[in-house]
């Protein structure tokens, strides 16, 4: 009974977003959450700290220069004040001092001059927007009375200066202090993340080259292992009875299924690849975990025994795998399929492993001539006969 193909027209549904009046559009910009939109993000937050931050310590800098600028002033007005206590002792304790214009007096004069203009030019020359000072207290007749209130305005007003800019390069520094702890934070949280998406991007590898490497290995219907994993395993085991004093017993059952190519020309491929898959199942669940079950190709199998104890081992596990392809058969009603097994072993009847294939072959091809469905063992003849080596069912 071939398989029949549906006619019936397949019905194409409408877009989700057709182009209607009433249909909201849809922003076709969207950021997606990836390595490099991350590493952007990071980057400019860490360039806006960073601006940020020199900013700041520019700020500090700049404050620290006002502060070392005020208490210069500082010093100059306790000079100015020196000067004029100086002076305040001539006029209260020398009578007549400033009408006998002694040596001594005129030199405190002229001290005092000098620290007031000395003043006035620190004052008059401050980059900040500070009171200047009149130079009418420069000159000989200014008095004392004029002096005194301008030093003490003078002193009052730059100790505040000084405070102020003491306190805000205080706020900066610790203003510093946070941003430094923010940067350090966003680099630790980038390097964290860099390292996240390095170890998910090694997973992903790892998860793609596991599946290409289980896909080059295996059949992609059955699952089982291709011909090219069955001779990289004779390969290893070659390699490995090499170094070994004595080398593991090896066997090969190479099987063929009699009556498949009905299945498929009668039933049709797709009741064929069903057979196979079950089949195959069955095969898996027969032989030990450490066996390797491979399919050859179309409706040929081969099976990898390690370590037996007798041939006779070997004929029961022939006869589990011809059990499975009845049960599959009867299960399916398919009931013309059968199963025709060579086996072949190492080193009593093979002395090279790698051969272990090819002489199953041979004596699967003879377990044919003879009759099929049954399993028969290769010798060391070339060419066995079929009393010698098969063993029909």
């Not at 100015?80 to 040596?103: F, I, K, L, Q, Y």
Request: aromatic content about 6%; overall charge negative.
């Amino acid at each position: 009974m071939a398989a029949e193909v549906s006619k019936t027209s397949t019905h194409i549904p409408e877009p989700l977003f057709a182009l209607r009046p009433d249909a909201p559009r849809v922003s076709a910009w969207r950021v997606r959450a990836g390595p490099a939109t991350v590493a952007v993000a990071s980057v400019l937050c860490l360039l806006i700290g960073v601006l940020y931050l020199a900013m700041q310590i520019r700020a500090v800098f700049s404050d620290q220069v006002k502060q070392e600028y005020a208490g210069l002033v500082l010093e100059a007005v306790e000079r100015a004040d020196t000067a004029r206590a100086r002076v305040g002792v001539w006029d209260e304790h020398v009578p007549g001092a400033h009408d006998a214009s002694t040596d001594d007096y005129r030199q405190a004069r002229a001290e005092l001059t000098r620290r007031l203009a000395s003043l006035a030019a620190l004052v008059n020359a401050s980059p900040a927007d500070a009171p200047h000072m009149p130079s009418s207290v420069l000159l000989p007749d200014a008095t004392f009375a004029e002096m005194d209130t301008l030093l003490a305005n003078a002193s009052s007003y730059w100790h505040t200066q000084r405070d102020l800019d003491s306190a805000d390069m205080r706020r900066r520094i610790t203003h510093v202090a946070r941003m430094l702890i923010a940067v350090a934070a966003l680099l630790f949280c980038m390097l964290i993340t860099a390292l996240g998406m390095y170890a998910k991007r090694n997973r992903q590898l790892a998860g793609q080259s596991h599946e290409f490497e289980h896909a080059a290995l295996h059949d992609p219907m059955t699952g089982l292992a291709n011909r090219r994993k069955l001779f990289a395993a004779l390969e290893e085991a070659a390699s490995q009875s090499q170094m070994d004093a004595t080398p593991p017993n090896l066997a090969v059952l190479y099987m063929d299924l009699d009556g498949f190519k009905k299945v498929n020309d009668s039933l049709g491929h797709r009741v064929g690849d069903e057979f196979l898959v079950a089949v195959s199942q069955r095969f898996r669940q027969s032989v030990r975990r450490h066996d390797v079950v491979a399919r050859i190709g179309g409706d040929e199998f081969a099976v990898l025994v390690r370590e037996f104890s007798a041939q006779e081992e070997l004929g029961e596990i022939a006869q589990r795998l011809i059990d499975c392809v009845v049960r599959t058969d009867e299960e399916m009603g398919v009931r013309m399929v059968r199963a025709s097994i060579g086996i072949a072993s190492f080193p009593d009847v093979i002395q090279d492993c790698r051969r272990l294939v090819v002489a199953a072959d041979e004596a699967m091809y003879q377990v044919k001539r003879g009759g099929k469905d049954g399993y028969a063992f290769a010798t060391r003849s070339p060419t066995p006969t079929p009393t010698d080596t098969l063993n029909t069912r």
